[in-house]
């Protein structure tokens, strides 16, 4: 089962279905997410422990997660201090951290995955994680979703960030650069435009410019928007796919020609 351990100050994890009121919904569509805050002490430092994994038999394990985060530029004031450090258990020893901690303040907002590399740790027979979230301020706040334990391909392709008709981040999770992909927009699941992606090394992200054009048949209409990469190589379609957009198209105010004779 998954427990809870309260480190210093108030406890701050709790699991939502959604968060209507900051516009923030589970990053998988499972209606369910968890959420970092602190609710009334000075600080907040928790840790939210995982089940006991077998790790024995694996060859590049990971830890992998998505995170909500705030654009840093409208964050300034939290200075960094709104956090989540990944930690693993060996054996019932004590929790030790992997990899650098996390910032809720990052280069963009919204949902970014994030793996964390567990290859030390492959032959372990009994492992736990602990997602230690820490904050010294009682209105910065993040979400976490979709966390899995996989074995690391050779390649991955993640796409994340997509803002609906602009733009997508595409990462390559896997241990190979990628070459010869596509991002392909949907609009209401019909394709409106096919990418061609941008070689991309290991642990690197890019941002792709959709700059769609829409039908005038569907101003002032709702419209679902999702991206998808299509890639032959990629070992790993879970993270192939965005969660979707709903907006509406806004008509031109520029003149045209009616009832033409």
């Given at each position: 089962p998954w427990t809870t351990e309260s480190i210093e100050g108030s406890f701050g994890w709790e699991c939502l279905t959604n968060d209507k009121s900051a516009g923030v919904y589970p990053q998988d569509d499972d209606k369910g997410f968890i959420k970092f805050q602190n609710s009334w002490d000075d600080r907040a430092d928790s840790r939210l422990k995982t089940p006991i994994f077998d790790l024995s038999g694996s060859k590049n394990p990971t830890f992998s997660f998505f995170m909500f985060h705030w654009n840093a530029d409208d964050v300034e004031a939290d200075g960094g201090m709104t956090k989540i450090a990944i930690e693993?258990?060996?054996?019932?020893?004590?929790?030790?951290?992997?990899?650098?901690?996390?910032?809720?303040?990052?280069?963009?907002?919204?949902?970014?995955?994030?793996?964390?590399?567990?290859?030390?740790?492959?032959?372990?027979?009994?492992?736990?994680?602990?997602?230690?979230?820490?904050?010294?301020?009682?209105?910065m706040y993040f979400y976490v979703d979709n966390i899995h334990i996989d074995e690391q391909e050779d390649y991955d392709l993640a796409i994340a960030g997509f803002s609906g008709t602009t733009n997508a981040n595409v990462n390559e999770e896997g241990m190979q650069t990628a070459s010869g992909y596509t991002i392909d927009l949907y609009q209401d699941d019909n394709l409106i435009q096919s990418l061609k992606g941008d070689d991309i090394e290991p642990g690197e992200a890019k941002t792709v410019d959709a700059k769609v054009i829409l039908n005038a048949s569907t101003a002032d209409k709702e419209s679902v928007f999702y991206a998808v990469i299509t890639y032959d190589k990629d070992r790993n379609t879970e993270n192939n796919q965005t969660s979707s957009v709903t907006t509406t198209i806004k008509g031109t105010w520029y003149p045209g020609i009616e009832n033409l004779n």
């Open positions: 693993i258990s060996v054996d019932g020893g004590e929790f030790i951290q992997v990899g650098e901690a996390i910032t809720a303040a990052y280069d963009r907002e919204g949902w970014v995955e994030h793996r964390i590399d567990l290859s030390e740790f492959k032959n372990a027979k009994q492992v736990q994680f602990g997602l230690r979230g820490s904050t010294d301020n009682n209105w």
